[in-house]
Nanobody, 126 residues
């Protein structure tokens, strides 16, 4: 599956931003999709993920209560609504997908995903 991420930008602390990830190709067979983020010199870290069927979602502790992952099945698009943004949320955000049926505990494992979008920069600064 091919993934195209968009929606990044520069925002002030406390504001909101919504990222989008459009899936093309074998989108119908995609089972688990997630968002990860990375800053220079650090490993890519998990942000949020969900499975197309069912309602299983998972969030990193750092974003719980502020970020929401959602989907539009008709558009094969996944969204990441980010509210109450903080400077430490600054990173390049990547969407990821896998056709594997991941167990919930493995949804935060970046190595479990086999398709990645190109990344979109999010900068939170006053």
């Amino acid at each position: 599956v091919q993934l195209q991420a968009s929606g990044g930008g520069l925002v002030q602390p406390g504001n909101s931003l919504r990222l989008s990830c459009a899936a093309a190709g074998r989108a119908a067979s995609t089972y688990t999709m997630g968002w990860f983020r990375q800053t220079p010199g650090k490993e890519r870290e998990f942000v949020a993920a969900f499975r197309w069927s069912g309602s299983n979602t998972d969030y990193a502790d750092a974003v719980k209560g502020r970020f929401t992952i959602s989907r539009d099945n008709a558009k094969s698009t996944v969204y990441l609504q980010m509210n109450s943004l903080k400077p430490e949320d600054t990173a390049v955000y990547y969407c990821a997908a896998t056709t594997k049926r991941l167990i919930i505990s493995n949804m935060s494992n970046s190595r479990a995903y086999d398709s990645w979008g190109q990344g979109t920069q999010v900068t939170v600064s006053s």
